[in-house]
């Protein structure tokens, strides 16, 4: 059984950065792909950033430019810096790891880019 733990997120003013934090219970961030969606009130579900075992990243077209996945496998923890933030930014933001031909998920972390 893995356990993913988000951190790092809360209240910025637009033009603000936050850095979100996905701890995981194994070493498995270096085997597996990772990646961080996030769900607006009223919408659905939506993939920001992803990172392959080998370091390969995509993004979402409204946060390229803005937004950088990362991971460090000696800590087991994925990393979402997020840069010029807006307030369409706003959402509750979940890690997710496909391992094992299970889909884990973390249990979100509110992220809001009000003035």
């Known amino acids: 059984q893995v356990q993913l733990v988000e951190s790092g997120g809360g209240l910025v003013q637009p033009g603000g950065s936050l850095r979100l934090s996905c701890a995981a219970s194994?070493?498995?961030?270096?085997?597996?792909?990772a990646g961080w969606h996030r769900q607006a009130p009223g919408k659905q579900r939506e993939l920001v950033a992803a990172?392959?075992?080998?370091?390969?990243?995509n993004y979402a077209e409204s946060v390229k430019g803005r937004f950088t996945i990362s991971r460090d496998n000696a800590k087991n923890t994925v990393y979402l810096q997020m840069d010029s933030l807006k307030p369409e930014d706003t959402a509750v933001y979940y890690c997710?790891?496909?391992?094992?031909?299970?889909?884990?998920w973390g249990q979100g972390t509110q992220v809001t880019v009000s003035s």
């Open positions: 990172i392959t075992s080998g370091g390969s990243t």
């Open positions: 194994g070493s498995i961030f270096s085997i597996t792909a």
């Open positions: 997710h790891a496909p391992f094992a031909k299970v889909d884990y």
